[in-house]
């Protein structure tokens, strides 16, 4: 039962993200008037799916991502030509189905061959019906069906492009903000658990003691209360023990506790880490009180700054070179870690849920090509252009820069799929 609960959460939390993202990608390009053709979670083969009024909603097989697929961004309808044979079916006189294929099984259409057509600017088709010339009003939301699959066409002023440079900004930067505003309610929502931490003034109390550790040897167990450590007073301090265990890697350490009531002294040598930087293997049990209404935002502020933090600056490192390629993690690892912190409870499923969330937000604003932010760049010199870059041109560097990532993704899986079969 608790691995199917594991599993569970770890489905669940990707969804959550995952739709929250592109949730925002949608609403403001349908906001803009723009025809949102897909709203898809995950890639690869559909599972489900179902439409809604113009959008397809589909689940596919691979978890990792998801898109809102718009109007304009890719070829999407069989471009006809004048000498062209098609059937049309009207009501009141305006075309509401184009037929390109299988037009000897029709019914209760119009056959002819194509003089002229427009189905992005003027919206006519002008057929030869048995020598007759005639033209046709096609409907905005008229389906051209080939294939047996029925595509609603796509008016200049439904694709994406049409939107203005505002517009389109706002929808592709939305995808972003909406994870940074789901990291910040999860935020809200852990503090409301938890409470907000309050100091002991005599000591430290400890959680989580891990198995096989230097804690764990030493006899330390979840609940001792520490109140000195090498003979200095902890009253509550947290940070300053941690200090004191990470400056004595190797190195015999003596620790005071409190546990029914009764002292003792407990010696303890912390195991240094591939960073020479000493760790013992057990956590601080936080002890908290309930947050006011003005704590609960101000804590859960800060918890989402101090994340957006520490991601930015393991940017920085690897911008820097001072991250390696097998210090990173993808969606393998990223999958194993988050099982191992659904076991550990709810409120830290939201934490990582809340940390991933921002990650994502954070990695979609860099300019890489692909990437939301590449396109906000991209927006921004049309902006300053008066006029876009030209499409092909455009296309390339993302096609480029997804090339690229699909080798990250592939080397950074090669290393989660190492450190599973190695332990």
């Known amino acids: 039962m608790e691995t199917l609960q594991v599993v569970v959460m770890t489905v669940l939390m990707f969804f959550i993200i995952v739709t929250v993202h592109e949730w925002g990608h949608y609403y403001f390009a349908k906001r803009a008037g723009v025809l949102v053709r897909e709203f898809a979670i995950g890639f690869g083969p559909k599972l489900f799916s179902y439409k809604k009024d113009e959008t397809v909603f589909t689940l596919r097989l691979l978890p990792f991502g998801g898109y809102a697929r718009m109007a304009g961004e890719d070829p999407e309808l069989v471009e006809i030509q004048p000498g062209q044979t098609i059937a049309i079916r009207t009501a009141n006189e305006v075309v509401k189905t184009i037929f390109v294929d299988q037009l000897d099984n029709r019914k209760n259409v119009i056959r002819g061959e194509v003089q002229s057509i427009d189905i992005i600017d003027d919206l006519t088709i002008v057929l030869d019906v048995d020598g007759d010339i005639q033209t046709f009003n096609v409907d905005p939301k008229a389906m051209m069906s080939i294939k047996g699959q029925d595509i609603q066409i796509a008016p200049r002023n439904r694709q994406f492009n049409s939107a203005t440079v505002g517009q389109r900004a706002l929808s592709i930067f939305a995808g972003p903000a ?5 990291a910040f309610i999860l935020c809200l929502i852990l503090v409301r658990m938890t409470g907000v931490p309050v100091e002991n003034p005599t000591g430290v109390i400890l959680g989580q003691v891990t198995s096989n550790s230097p804690a764990q040897s030493s006899g330390l167990m979840k609940g001792d209360l520490v109140e000195k450590v090498n003979g200095t007073n902890i009253a509550g ?3 300053k023990m941690i200090s004191l265990i990470e400056s004595s890697a190797g190195k015999p350490m003596e620790w005071t506790i409190e546990r029914g009531g009764k002292e003792q002294t407990v010696t303890i040598t ?3 880490n591939e960073k020479n930087v000493g760790k013992v293997g057990v956590a601080v049990e936080p002890q908290t009180r309930s947050a006011s209404f003005g704590e609960t935002f101000s804590y859960a502020g800060e918890r989402f700054i101090d994340m957006s933090t520490t991601i930015l600056t393991s940017l920085k490192m ?4 001072q991250f390696h390629l097998n210090d990173l993690a993808g969606p393998v690892g990223t999958i194993q ?31 890489i090509p692909a990437l939301d932010g590449s396109r906000l760049i991209f927006l921004l010199v049309e902006w300053i252009r008066r ?8 296309g390339l560097v993302h096609l480029i820069g997804f090339g690229m990532l699909f080798l990250l993704m592939i080397a950074v899986t090669y290393n989660d799929i190492v450190r599973l079969i190695k332990g």
């Open 237 to 239: 301090d947290s940070v």
């Open 337 to 367: 870690v988050t099982t191992e912190v659904a076991r550990q409870g709810l409120d830290s499923m939201i934490l990582w849920t809340a940390l991933i969330s921002t990650n994502l937000g954070i990695f979609n604003l860099l300019p």
């Open 270 to 272: 912390p195991k240094a």
């Open 178 to 182: 909406m994870n940074f505003i789901l």
């Open 318 to 321: 690897l911008i820097f070179g």
């Open 387 to 394: 006029k876009p870059l030209e499409p092909s041109k455009e």
